[in-house]
T-cell receptor, first 111, second 115 residues
Framework: RKEVEQDPGPFNVPEGATVAFNCTYS??????FFWYRQDCRKEPKLLMS???SGNEDGRFTAQLNRASQYISLLIRDSKLSDSATYLC????????????FGRGTSLIVHP | DTAVSQTPKYLVTQMGNDKSIKCEQN?????MYWYKQDSKKFLKIMFS???????INETVPNRFSPKSPDKAHLNLHINSLELGDSAVYFC??????????????FGPGTRLTVL
């Protein structure tokens, strides 16, 4: 089993739709969790951290489920500009923090 | 002000050459990273430096060597370049303590093409 797994998609949704992505991780010792966004030919940019209590930032909501070892990202009222690849990042503690990226989920929002 | 900068942005070179990529961060972070993103877009960590000490080395070939003159810089030196080294290399930094620890900020990437 891969350390961090994501459905590559693409998720093809109309503007205004609600879309959700999941990301599973294998190491129960994982310490911190993040969602990044990467546009074509650009660097990854932090979208949001995922806290145990969940995290909401405008149209974006992230949740952590430690028991089932997954994190989720919910995007409400999708905009064309949300089209990107969404990367899940899990930091595994092994005496030091080791960031592991998922392969990303591609989102295409169409008019 | 650029938080994490890399130079050069593009690098085209012949097989067998030696090249370096430079990275600088002005965020006061204590950890810097190098990632390789291949043609399949998978972002894989290569190295991490924390306070000038290597804390991760993900079985990359020893042709790749990170060099950190101070905690604001982490350069990547590559010897004897091979075709398979063609990729985009990203530098990143984060803090490992305090507020927002482990949140990484990335440089714009260096697109390396080996001919």
């Amino acid at each position: 089993r891969k350390e961090v797994e994501q459905d590559p998609g693409p998720f093809n949704v109309p503007e205004g739709a609600t879309v959700a992505f999941n990301c599973t991780y294998s190491n129960s010792a994982s310490q911190s969790f993040f969602w990044y966004r990467q546009d074509c030919r650009k660097e990854p940019k932090l979208l949001m951290s995922v806290y145990s209590s969940g995290n909401e930032d405008g149209r974006f909501t992230a949740q952590l489920n430690r028991a089932s070892q997954y994190i989720s990202l919910l995007i409400r009222d999708s905009k064309l500009s949300d089209s990107a690849t969404y990367l899940c990042v899990v930091n595994v503690g092994r005496g030091s923090y080791i960031p592991t990226f998922g392969r990303g989920t591609s989102l295409i929002v169409h008019p | 002000d650029t938080a994490v900068s890399q130079t050069p942005k593009y690098l085209v070179t012949q097989m067998g050459n030696d090249k370096s990529i430079k990275c600088e961060q002005n965020l006061g972070h204590d950890t810097m990273y190098w990632y390789k993103q291949d043609s399949k877009k998978f972002l894989k960590i290569m190295f991490s430096y924390n306070n000038k000490e290597l804390i991760i080395n993900e079985t990359v070939p020893n042709r790749f060597s990170p060099k950190s003159p101070d905690k604001a810089h982490l350069n990547l030196h590559i010897n004897s370049l091979e075709l398979g080294d063609s990729a985009v290399y990203f530098c990143a930094s984060s803090r490992t303590k305090g507020l927002n620890y482990n949140e990484q900020f990335f440089g714009p990437g260096t697109r390396l093409t080996v001919l």
